[in-house]
């Protein structure tokens, strides 16, 4: 085997992986997004589950963050260094962003929500195997890899999924409670 085929046949190896983590990471941001998606099905669309948020409040939520992470990636991937929009805090960034869709349907936060999922999906499959193992910039100001940002991302929303699945046992506790007074 020559050196050139050698070096392309060693790269391919070193990718193999990375495009098994991209996978996985897919995978898990589908999963999580699935999952709390059957939760919020299973809540009113008008209770609060978050003190002031509604479910339009906390997918205006979730969409700021993959947005943010994705403007992050996407500037990893060209060799610039992302801006950083949680640097007030992050709850100043999530009022903000809840702020920017406030006058949004249901329908339209929802859409929003779905394209911001899929733009995340797609700037992590941009990013060129060189760039998984450099520090990134995380848009609250962390520095972290590709694989650990995304799954920051996972994780903030299984988080989620986990206070409302509590919720869901809650209010199926006081609707009992309401009907046995009855």
């Keep these: 085997m020559d050196r050139n085929k050698l070096i392309i046949s060693q790269k391919r190896r070193n990718w193999q992986p990375i495009m098994e983590s991209i996978g996985e990471l897919i995978r898990e941001l589908d999963e999580s997004r699935e999952n709390t998606q059957t939760l919020l099905n299973g809540i009113d669309p008008a209770v609060e589950l978050y003190k002031g948020w509604t479910i339009r409040h906390f997918l205006a939520h979730l969409t700021g963050w993959d947005e943010a992470v994705t403007t992050s990636l996407r500037a990893h991937t060209t060799g610039n260094e992302p801006g950083t929009p949680a640097y007030r805090g992050v709850e100043y960034y999530n009022e903000q962003s809840v702020a920017e ?40 100001a962390q520095t972290l890899t590709v694989r650990q940002l995304v799954r920051v991302i996972v994780n903030h929303e299984r988080q989620h999924a986990n206070e409302l699945r509590d919720l869901i046992v809650s209010l199926a506790g006081q609707a009992h409670n309401q009907s046995t007074r009855t």
């Design 101 to 140: 869709r406030i006058a949004l349907t249901y329908r339209q936060i929802l859409v929003e929500c779905d394209m911001a999922r899929d733009h995340l999906k797609a700037a992590i499959r941009a990013v060129p195997e060189a760039k998984w193992q450099e520090p990134i910039l995380a848009p609250w």
